[in-house]
């Protein structure tokens, strides 16, 4: 083998390593300009007020990991990258034009409370003494739950022939 050979792939792996690997901020700044853009992009109102309540452990009495989102996106048919659960919430919910993908998609999340709700109850009774902490986020974790069922009643679907430009 050529020497200039071993040179060439030296420096092609490392161009590589650089821009696939580069911890430098600046080049962190221009990869990630497409996601900012798409992250940035419109939402429906409600969505902002979901995130910020349902997203707070305090507020709905559970935590929604990054994969229980990831899981809740994959049983209606999604496909969404592992981000900031913000983002994911954001992203789930940005081409909603149907109250049955909401449907679906409040009723994935039901499932999800669902199942942190009966953890609450089997941890209230292993554990009397803190069974009114559990029952107190079971509680939340319910109205959460007929939020959902608000927001759905509320939502005006968007036609397509709703387009006001569209003549």
């Known amino acids: 083998m050529n020497q200039n050979d071993l040179s060439d ?11 696939s690997c580069s911890m430098d901020p600046e080049d962190l700044k221009k990869d990630s300009g497409e996601e900012d853009q798409e992250d940035e992009a419109p939402v429906p109102q409600f969505v902002d007020a979901l995130t910020s309540k349902l997203l707070a452990p305090a507020i709905s009495g559970v935590y929604l990991s990054r994969l229980d989102i990831k899981r809740i996106a994959e049983a209606i048919d999604e496909s969404l990258p592992i981000k900031e659960r913000v983002r994911m919430i954001r992203s789930l919910f940005r081409h909603t034009n149907s109250k049955k993908y909401l ?62 430009l569209f003549i």
């Open 9 to 19: 792939l030296r420096a092609e792996f490392d161009k590589l390593v650089k821009d």
């Open 103 to 164: 449907e679906d998609a409040f009723g994935e999340i039901n499932r999800h409370i669902n199942g942190r709700v009966l953890i609450y109850n089997e941890l209230g009774e292993a554990f009397p003494s803190s069974k009114a902490i559990f029952d107190e986020h079971a509680h939340k974790a319910k109205k959460t739950m007929k939020m959902f069922e608000q927001i759905i009643e509320d939502f005006e679907e968007i036609e397509p022939s709703s387009d006001p």
